[in-house]
């Protein structure tokens, strides 16, 4: 034990040098072996429980430095306050802790500590971090894998297009494997980045566990105690920042579909809650911001207004069909007047196409215009047989347009028909399509319904 360097503390005081081999904990002295059998003799000290020199060099030097006495008053720490989770002697609790009113015994307090539930659910938290970063780095090296399949399968594809179309094909394929490359290439990265970050983070629980379990064997109740309180927190906070893991982002024009990782989380401590529901939100939790307060629409031939839709369109104005003055009133993003569009027609849906192109539907009719927003003239028009231009709606390059008793159709940008959705609704007031689904407004129910692409 001489390799130690650490002198017997009592032999010390009589000028005896003489290498130490244990610790009292409750002491904080080192003894040597002579020492140690009186002490275990004393009255007073036999029940103290020592450790050897090897084993409390072990622990972390910021345990090694917890003392049993304040600090402030010399004093030893006689409870602990759940109200500043500290310990306190005597003299704090009528300086610092005088008004606190949650004051334990410090020996109730870490009396049961190392069997406690608290301890037992801190070593599994710790188990079920190393689990859930062995899932996730399996999981993207999955995805390396898996990223690998995919640049294959655009690299066939791509040469079977060549085939097909020949010389325009050529200058294609060359873009498309550019792209391809250096996407792989990117996103490849990004999840070794992640893998070395989740690399990290492992050993350092790894050597967070190790340090639990050397402080829970060889740590008095009262340092393991303090320890634990340093440990958990920090282990909280690693438990919140794996749960808010990210996707993968898009791969730009090659269409990467990237979903929810199939990998559970593991937390024993959260199975131990009686019921865990997940929150749900509800239509009347939803705020709706206002666009423009106390704005005035300007007057027009007729006395009243009559506002069939509105529509945002390009620099933040805002579009509304006036149908009985025969025009489109512009706003501009601050709410003042832009200007006017006069039509020869009576106006009803009115969709944003481009920031030179706005489509205007014609009332009590099947026809769509499009409006040039530079000419501020109908540029081109077109009818849909057996649908009402009335009510549609524009996106991702297709109308989606409505038709009473009929049901819904699809039609690209010259008004050709490119396919059809039966929808028994007789009192379709307007209707949009957002992510492969169709919300219809029932304006005699005042209700808003959902169907999918087949009409159910």
Same mark, same amino acid.
């Given at each position: 034990?001489?390799?130690?360097?650490?002198?017997?503390?009592?032999?010390?005081?009589?000028?005896?040098?003489?290498?130490?081999?244990?610790?009292?904990?409750?002491?904080?002295?080192?003894?040597?072996?002579?020492?140690?059998?009186?002490?275990?003799?004393?009255?007073?000290?036999?029940?103290?429980?020592?450790?050897?020199?090897?084993?409390?060099?072990?622990?972390?030097?910021?345990?090694?430095?917890?003392?049993?006495?304040?600090?402030?008053?010399?004093?030893?720490?006689?409870?602990?306050?759940?109200?500043?989770?500290?310990?306190?002697?005597?003299?704090?609790?009528?300086?610092?802790?005088?008004?606190?009113?949650?004051?334990?015994?410090?020996?109730?307090?870490?009396?049961?500590?190392?069997?406690?539930?608290?301890?037992?659910?801190?070593?599994?938290?710790?188990?079920?971090?190393?689990?859930?970063?062995?899932?996730? @780095? &399996?999981?993207? $090296?999955?995805?390396? =894998?898996?990223?690998? +399949?995919? /640049?294959? *399968?655009?690299?066939? !594809?791509?040469?079977? @297009? &060549?085939?097909? $179309?020949?010389?325009? =094909?050529?200058?294609? +394929?060359? /873009?498309? *494997?550019?792209?391809? !490359?250096?996407?792989?290439?990117?996103?490849?990265?990004?999840?070794?980045?992640?893998?070395? +970050?989740?690399?990290?983070?492992?050993?350092?629980?790894?050597?967070?566990?190790?340090?639990?379990?050397?402080?829970?064997?060889?740590?008095?109740?009262?340092?393991?105690?303090?320890?634990?309180?340093?440990?958990?927190?920090?282990?909280?906070?690693?438990?919140?920042?794996?749960?808010?893991?990210?996707?993968?982002?898009?791969?730009?024009?090659?269409?990467?579909?990237?979903?929810?990782?199939?990998?559970?989380?593991?937390?024993?401590?959260?199975?131990?809650?009686?019921?865990?529901?997940?929150?749900?939100?509800?239509?009347?939790?939803?705020?709706?911001?206002?666009?423009?307060?106390?704005?005035?629409?300007?007057?027009?031939?007729?006395?009243?207004?009559?506002?069939?839709?509105?529509?945002?369109?390009?620099?933040?104005?805002?579009?509304?069909?006036?149908?009985?003055?025969?025009?489109?009133?512009?706003?501009?993003?601050?709410?003042?007047?832009?200007?006017?569009?006069?039509?020869?027609?009576?106006?009803?849906?009115?969709?944003?196409?481009?920031?030179?192109?706005?489509?205007?539907?014609?009332?009590?009719?099947?026809?769509?215009?499009?409006?040039?927003?530079?000419?501020?003239?109908?540029?081109?028009?077109?009818?849909?047989?057996?649908?009402?231009?009335?009510?549609?709606?524009?996106?991702?390059?297709?109308?989606?347009?409505?038709?009473?008793?009929?049901?819904?159709?699809?039609?690209?940008?010259?008004?050709?028909?490119?396919?059809?959705?039966?929808?028994?609704?007789?009192?379709?007031?307007?209707?949009?399509?957002?992510?492969?689904?169709?919300?219809?407004?029932?304006?005699?129910?005042?209700?808003?319904?959902?169907?999918?692409?087949?009409?159910?």
């Amino acid at each position: 034990m001489a390799a130690s360097g650490r002198l017997c503390d009592i032999c010390e005081t009589r000028d005896i040098t003489v290498f130490a081999t244990d610790w009292c904990p409750e002491c904080e002295q080192c003894l040597c072996e002579s020492c140690k059998s009186h002490h275990s003799a004393f009255k007073s000290s036999k029940t103290h429980e020592t450790i050897s020199l090897e084993s409390f060099n072990k622990l972390p030097s910021a345990v090694q430095e917890i003392t049993n006495d304040c600090s402030e008053h010399g004093a030893r720490f006689e409870y602990y306050c759940n109200q500043h989770e500290a310990p306190c002697c005597v003299e704090c609790m009528k300086t610092t802790h005088a008004e606190c009113r949650h004051l334990t015994s410090m020996h109730k307090v870490v009396e049961h500590f190392k069997t406690s539930n608290s301890l037992s659910d801190f070593h599994q938290t710790l188990s079920d971090l190393l689990n859930n970063l062995n899932s996730l @780095i &399996k999981s993207r $090296f999955d995805n390396i =894998l898996l990223l690998a +399949e995919e /640049k294959d *399968k655009c690299l066939k !594809e791509i040469a079977d @297009i &060549k085939r097909n $179309f020949i010389a325009h =094909l050529d200058q294609l +394929e060359t /873009k498309l *494997k550019t792209e391809v !490359e250096v996407l792989h290439q990117e996103h490849s990265q990004a999840i070794k980045d992640t893998i070395r +970050e989740f690399e990290d983070l492992k050993a350092n629980v790894a050597k967070m566990q190790d340090e639990a379990d050397v402080i829970k064997k060889y740590a008095s109740d009262f340092q393991l105690f303090l320890a634990f309180r340093e440990f958990d927190s920090t282990v909280k906070n690693l438990e919140k920042d794996l749960a808010n893991g990210t996707l993968l982002p898009s791969l730009g024009n090659v269409n990467m579909i990237t979903e929810e990782s199939a990998i559970k989380l593991v937390n024993h401590r959260d199975k131990q809650a009686q019921l865990l529901a997940t929150g749900m939100p509800s239509v009347d939790k939803i705020q709706l911001k206002s666009v423009f307060e106390n704005v005035q629409l300007p007057s027009g031939k007729e006395k009243n207004l009559t506002i069939w839709d509105i529509c945002f369109l390009s620099h933040g104005r805002l579009g509304f069909s006036d149908q009985h003055n025969k025009r489109l009133i512009l706003l501009k993003e601050n709410g003042g007047h832009d200007r006017d569009i006069n039509l020869t027609f009576m106006p009803s849906s009115i969709a944003y196409i481009t920031d030179n192109e706005t489509a205007v539907g014609k009332y009590e009719g099947n026809e769509i215009n499009i409006i040039n927003m530079t000419s501020l003239s109908v540029d081109r028009s077109f009818a849909v047989k057996g649908y009402d231009a009335c009510a549609f709606s524009f996106r991702k390059g297709q109308f989606l347009v409505t038709g009473t008793g009929v049901g819904f159709c699809f039609t690209d940008i010259d008004g050709n028909i490119l396919r059809e959705i039966p929808y028994n609704g007789d009192d379709i007031l307007y209707a949009v399509l957002l992510d492969d689904k169709i919300y219809v407004s029932q304006h005699s129910k005042n209700r808003i319904v959902c169907c999918n692409l087949k009409g159910e």
